[in-house]
Structures are given as structure tokens and as C-alpha cells.
């Protein structure tokens, strides 16, 4: 098939683009959120090719994939075809609802032209989405080819914005942590975060927007991975991190209850536990490691590429097939 998607999030269009198909990003002179094109630091394949909008009504697109509520009025002047009406469209949901929630509607509700496939299973029943049908299509993602060491006396975290995003991603927390060991925070928009806790740098360094594969040799080298967002989908990285092989210390908040098992870290929602439990990974490695050995199992027994793409293939191929 020949699937039309924007570059929005490099980590699941990074697994996406690794199925069968050709894969069609929109590319735009500046570069913008509605015209990125291909990923810079994830490795894509050569079946992920750039489109400019001048060319789309003329190429041959089987399906839609929307990840944002402007985009279909954007696909319809781009492609000059409406998706759902005149070209299948998958709504692919990767948040967790804001505003009044348990209440809050998602902008695709009551809609008879669209299926929306959420993420995970929690933001499937936390969103209000009428009588659109919906779907659950959980992450997969491309296996990391490090493996954990944890060599480092060091508590690894990965935030995007965590300034702006404050108590949303548990920014909040680290300086608790920061007590027990330095923090390694990776991310975009993670410079100055220090600064911004009031942490000496020499308790938090901040690597911003690093390139996946070298992110993830700096995570293995850590001891243990620290999920503290509250309120946040399931993070990619979070999964990537357990299939390296590291021990995980996470609120016990959204899917990470699903992604987690007891035996690869200590989920909690009390922040003492939390605290005790990234401090016995600091001082006793080799725990570290037998929990890093069970979260490895766990992400790529759940979360494996394979899985991921037989999930979407069949569900492409209901959608298309079906709207045909």
C-alpha cells in the first residue's frame, strides 16, 4: 500500500515505517511541523519516502494515517480527495484525553468515516469518542542493538519539554532523586533544566536531542531508568529502556502498570517507594540486573516489532479492503 502519515512522532513512525508498505511523508521547504519529512536521528527505511504537497494529487494513496485533528482539512487540500470519504483514514490517538477527564471528547467523536486506533488500552476507555468505532494497537518498536551494562553510578531519565511540561512528565520530582544519584535527563528541549530545578550540574546533566542510537548505548550504561510522568501515554522510551535491559522505577500511573511487571522494577504511587527502590538499584548492581534481565523479556516478549506490524497489516487491510 501506498500510506500517506506526517513525521510527528520520530519514535512510533520510526516502527511504522518498518513494515511492507511504502510510506509517503509530506515535506515542506521550512521544515515545519506539517512538513518534516524523513526522521534525522531515528534510522528509517528506504521504503519511507518525502512528498511535497505539490505533488500529492496525483500519486496514488490507498490510506490516510491522521495523528492530529487539523490534518484531514490539510490532506483534503493537499491530496484534493477527503479522507474517509474518498480515501480510507485511520485516526492513530497517542495521548492521554486533557481537560475534564474522565469526560473529555476526542475531536474524532461520532464520526462514520474513521476508525481511530489508540496506542494503549487505558486511553482507549479514558477517552469519550461517541460512536466512533475504535481499535487498540499497542507499541512495538525497533530493538535497541546495546545492552545494559548499568556500569554507572547514575539514574537515567528521557522527558521531552520538561520545562513546559512540568508536573504533566514528574519534572518536579528529580530533585528528589537527585539526592540518591546524579541524573542523566535525554530529550528535546531538556537544556537548562538544572538550572530551572535549582540542581548544582554536577547532580543533573541534561543531553539534548540525541540521536536514538547513541541514546540508547548512554541509557544501558546507567543503572536503572526512572518513568516519574503522571500523566502522559505510554512513552516509547520507557519500552526501549526495559529492552535494553534496564531496571525501572516508575509510578504506577497510565499503562506503565501494563507495560511493567513487578519482577522488572518497583511501580508505585507513593514517592518513599520510589525513592527507596532507586536507591537499592544504586547500591546493590546486581538486583539492578536481575530486574534489567526481566524487563528486557517483558518489553520485547509484549512490545516486539513483529507483533506490532502483523497488528498493523491486519488492520490496513480491514480498513482498505473493506472501504473498497
Known amino acids: ?83 474517509g470519504r474518498d480515501v480510507p483514514a485511520i485516526y492513530v490517538e497517542h495521548n492521554t484525553p486533557k481537560g475534564d477527564v474522565p469526560n473529555t471528547r ?66 518536579d520530582l528529580l530533585p528528589r532523586f537527585a539526592e540518591i544519584a546524579p541524573l542523566d535527563v535525554f530529550g528535546m528541549g531538556v ?14 546533566t541534561s543531553h539534548d536531542d540525541v540521536p536514538q542510537h547513541r541514546m540508547h548505548a548512554e541509557l544501558g550504561r546507567r543503572r536503572a531508568y526512572l518513568h516519574l510522568c503522571r500523566w502522559t501515554s505510554l512513552g516509547l522510551s520507557l519500552i526501549e529502556a526495559m529492552a535494553i535491559g534496564m531496571p525501572v522505577v516508575a509510578l504506577a500511573t497510565t499503562e506503565a502498570v501494563m507495560a511493567v511487571p513487578p519482577e522488572a522494577g518497583v511501580l508505585a504511587t507513593r514517592i518513599d517507594t520510589l525513592l527507596d527502590a532507586a536507591r537499592r538499584f544504586i547500591d546493590e548492581p546486581a538486583t539492578a540486573r536481575q530486574a534489567g534481565a526481566a524487563a528486557r523479556t517483558a518489553a520485547r516478549d509484549r512490545y516486539g516489532l513483529d507483533r506490532f506490524l502483523a497488528d498493523w497489516d491486519r488492520l490496513l487491510e480491514e480498513e482498505v479492503c473493506g472501504s473498497r
Open 1 to 83: 500500500m501506498n500510506i500517506l502519515l506526517w513525521h510527528v512522532h520520530g519514535s512510533w513512525t520510526t516502527s511504522f515505517v518498518h513494515g511492507g508498505h511504502r510510506y509517503l511523508i509530506p515535506t515542506t521547504p521550512d521544515r515545519g511541523p506539517y512538513g518534516l519529512g524523513r526522521a534525522r536521528t531515528y534510522p528509517w527505511p528506504d521504503s519511507a519516502v518525502e512528498v511535497t504537497p505539490e505533488d500529492l494529487p496525483g500519486t496514488d494513496v490507498d490510506l490516510v494515517i491522521l495523528q492530529r485533528p487539523e490534518e484531514i482539512d490539510r490532506a483534503q487540500e493537499w491530496l484534493r480527495r477527503r479522507p
Open 106 to 171: 476526542h475531536p474524532m467523536a461520532d464520526r462514520d468515516d474513521l476508525l481511530i486506533a489508540h496506542v494503549t488500552g487505558f486511553n482507549q476507555i479514558f477517552w469519550d469518542t461517541g460512536a466512533t468505532r475504535t481499535t487498540v494497537v499497542d507499541h512495538g518498536i525497533v530493538a535497541p542493538t546495546v545492552s545494559y551494562t548499568g556500569e554507572l553510578d547514575r539514574l537515567a531519565v528521557v522527558i521531552n519539554e520538561p520545562v513546559r511540561r512540568g508536573r504533566v512528565t514528574g519534572t
Open 191 to 204: 537544556a537548562g533544566l538544572a538550572d530551572h530545578l535549582g540542581l548544582p550540574a554536577d547532580r543533573l
